[in-house]
């Protein structure tokens, strides 16, 4: 027990490697990825998200809409949506707003 506080207290501080440095490689792409988001949207590569929002929500009738994530090596956002307990994703240019993949039905 003591061993596995010290553990877990030595990772806290980034002297162990361990999830905490998986967490914080994660924290950092996210960051970056909003960056180049907001760095599209304001240079006019990119549409704004509520744009792309508008035109795919109200295309899936009958599922919630559960949030986003942006991938900014493809400038892909992949909008995420609960129906009947399965989650759907739908991939989709961030530059045309067009529709470029399906996934979860």
Not at 8 to 23: D, E, F, H, Q, T
Not at 38 to 58: A, D, K, Q, T, Y
Not at 67 to 88: N, P
């Amino acid at each position: 027990m003591m061993f596995r506080r010290s553990l877990i207290a030595l990772s806290l501080l980034g002297l162990v490697p361990g999830a905490v440095g998986v967490a914080d490689a994660q924290a950092w792409r996210k960051r970056d990825d909003q960056q180049a988001a907001h760095e599209g949207r304001r240079s006019g590569n990119l549409l704004p998200l509520r744009e792309i929002e508008r035109r795919v929500v109200p295309t899936m009738r009958g599922a919630q809409y559960l949030g986003f994530d942006f991938d900014s090596a493809s400038a892909i956002y992949t909008l995420k949506f609960l129906r009947d307990g399965h989650v759907i994703w739908i991939d989709v240019d961030g530059r045309s707003g067009r529709i470029v993949g399906r996934s979860g039905e």
